[in-house]
């Protein structure tokens, strides 16, 4: 039973198109996360919410919209794809005395 | 935000040789968590070890340890007896008290036979 689940593992779309990635967790966490990371490797945040609420915003485009239907869910949602998206988005939880549990990351490929 | 700095972007270990890995944070507060993670090929992102910051005794677990050094804002990871399955990125994690975490840059480690 995986604790952060992700859907799809990988996504490939043409540029223009819209896509949304599905996050879900069983831990119970109040804080679930999206990061992004590019070809370097390097993990940049772009979203927080603590029990559903939004409280990380970080200079993200417009296009991406997250959405947390409820504290066990939260999704991103990318509008009008652009080549630079392509990148591996990685949906994370945590409560305030547990480290950060990932799931096992989107591989979104614009082309 | 707080920032992390991880000031090796690649290292170079012999097979049972120790390495240690760098890690500093810009913060102003007193309370925190920090982290090391390791991200292998797959991609998976895997808890080394974490520590609170009003703990003062440094975190082990098993080869791993940590030199946190709180008023230097250091947070440096020790492999001991490095085996070829520690070959991973390796990222610093800082998680402020309200769950804002944000990662170093990562240092890719090779461990050599």
């Known amino acids: 039973d995986t604790a952060v689940s992700q859907t799809p593992k990988y996504l490939v779309t043409q540029m223009g198109n819209d896509k949304s990635i599905k996050c879900e967790q069983n831990l119970g966490h109040d804080t679930m996360y999206w990061y992004k990371q590019d070809s370097k490797k390097f993990l940049k945040i772009m979203f927080s919410y603590n029990n559903k609420e939004l409280i990380i915003n970080e200079t993200v485009p417009n296009r991406f919209s997250p959405k947390s239907p409820d504290k066990a869910h939260l999704n991103l949602h990318i509008n009008s794809l652009e080549l630079g998206d392509s990148a591996v988005y990685f949906c994370?939880?945590?409560?305030?005395?547990?480290?950060?549990?990932f799931g096992q990351g989107t591989r979104l490929t614009v082309v | 935000a707080q920032t992390v700095t991880q000031s090796q972007p690649e290292m170079s270990v012999q097979e049972a040789e120790t390495v240690t890995l760098s890690c500093t944070y810009d913060?102003?507060?007193?309370?925190?968590?920090l982290f090391w993670y390791k991200q292998p090929p797959s991609r998976q992102m895997i808890l080394v070890i974490r520590?609170?910051?009003?703990?003062?005794q440094n975190a082990t677990e098993n080869r791993f340890s940590v030199n946190f050094q709180k008023a230097a804002k250091s947070f440096s990871l020790k492999i001991s007896d490095s085996q070829l399955g520690d070959a991973a990125m390796y990222f610093c994690a800082y998680r402020s008290a309200n769950n804002d975490m944000r990662f170093g840059a990562g240092t890719r480690l090779t461990v050599k036979p």
């Open positions: 994370a939880t945590s409560s305030i005395e547990t480290e950060a549990f």
């Open positions: 520590q609170e910051a009003y703990k003062q």
């Open positions: 913060t102003s507060e007193s309370d925190y968590y």
